[in-house]
């Protein structure tokens, strides 16, 4: 069974986390929440992670804390970076998650990034290739990547996507490519999505 690890801190966008990780567990991947402190905080991953405030002030109670030597890609098949202002800023300059970007993705482990968390991307320096975020983010990446307004993109084992609006195909491809395109037909009709809606 493929398994996930989603990212969580201060100020990440809930529809991007909870929608991601709920579509995630529907299509049948072990999926598993990590706490990203940021670089200022003084906690360790020897007591249990403290529940993360949202970009709306929700809290969300992750699974663990972020640890290498248990997030890496010998663990898990697919590492995903929500956005979220304030959260993505946290994921984006943590050198743990930089690092994980490229190991991930250099044994061919699936990164999704999706909003401002596309901007990892930039600083774990991938290579120039296709992807997208939010609005918000653009300038950042475009002289870098070739920048797209699709609302998911996929560039290997890179996928990328919009905002909170585009959370729902982002974590239904996620799922296809990870159990299929079956599998995602099998989660998305109980979801009850309206007619013609375009994923």
């Known amino acids: 069974m493929p398994s996930a ?7 990440t ?13 529907r299509g049948g991947l072990t999926t598993t929440s990590a706490f ?29 804390y972020l640890d290498p030597t248990i997030c890496g890609p010998d663990k898990y098949d697919l590492l995903v970076i929500p956005g979220g202002a304030k959260g993505a800023d946290t994921m984006s300059k943590s050198e743990v998650v930089q ?29 120039k290739q296709r992807l997208t975020s939010h609005p918000s983010v653009k300038s950042e990446l475009e002289s870098a990547f070739d920048y797209s307004e699709a609302p998911v993109v996929v560039s290997g084992c890179l ?3 919009r905002g ?7 974590a239904l491809t996620l799922v296809e490519l990870l159990c299929g395109t079956d599998k995602r037909a099998e989660i998305r009709a109980p979801m009850v999505f309206p007619d013609n809606t375009p994923f």
Request: glycine residues 10%; contains cysteine; charged residues 20%.
């Open 36 to 64: 990203v402190p940021e670089a200022s905080s003084t906690t360790t991953g020897a007591i249990s992670p403290r529940a993360a405030k949202g970009s709306r002030g929700i809290n969300i109670m992750p699974d663990v």
């Open 164 to 170: 909170p609006g585009t959370a729902f195909p982002f």
């Open 159 to 161: 996928v990328t996507s």
């Open 13 to 25: 966008e809930e529809m991007e986390f909870t929608i991601t990780y709920d579509t995630l567990v």
């Open 99 to 127: 690092g994980l970007v490229r190991r991930y993705l250099e044994q061919k482990k699936f990164v999704g990034m999706i909003c401002a968390g596309s901007l990892a991307a930039k600083t774990a320096k991938l290579p």
């Open 5 to 11: 690890l989603i990212l969580i801190a201060d100020g």
